[in-house]
């Protein structure tokens, strides 16, 4: 088992930056990858990036292509996800997740079933 904390929500302005984290416990030397995911109200919860905790691969979404960064950090054993120039439309419930069975070869986990371990979100409200 695996637990998720999420902290570093908040309400900010469009063009500031957030920077959130994730700290995992539990059985967290089996995890594999961690991802960050966003829900909107009314829509589906869509992903935004992800990271390999051992080769530290990463994958983004679109949107977050350019403005957002995956990262671990080292010192506070967290996987951080650094978001700068933030829009209205990023405004969401920002939920990290955990994987802890393994994939091919630099793959990097996408889609919300292929995480098993979930956070209780925090809220990212970016106004205009």
């Known amino acids: 088992q695996v637990q998720l904390v999420e902290s570093g929500g908040g309400s900010v302005q469009a063009g500031d930056s957030l920077r959130l984290s994730c700290a995992a416990s539990?059985?967290?030397?089996?995890?594999?990858?961690m991802g960050w995911f966003r829900q909107a109200p009314g829509k589906e919860r869509e992903f935004v990036a992800a990271i390999t905790l051992s080769g530290e691969n990463t994958a983004y979404t679109d949107h977050a292509k350019g403005r957002f960064t995956i990262f671990r950090d080292y010192t506070k054993n967290t996987v951080d996800l650094q978001m700068d120039t933030l829009k209205p439309e990023d405004t969401a419930v920002y939920f990290c997740?955990?994987?802890?069975?393994?994939?091919?070869?630099?793959?990097?986990?996408?889609?919300?079933?292929?995480?098993?371990?979930w956070g209780q979100g925090t809220q990212v409200t970016v106004s205009s």
């Open positions: 539990g059985r967290t030397s089996n995890i594999y990858a």
């Open positions: 997740a955990a994987r802890s069975m393994g994939g091919p070869y630099l793959w990097v986990p996408r889609s919300p079933s292929d995480f098993r371990s």
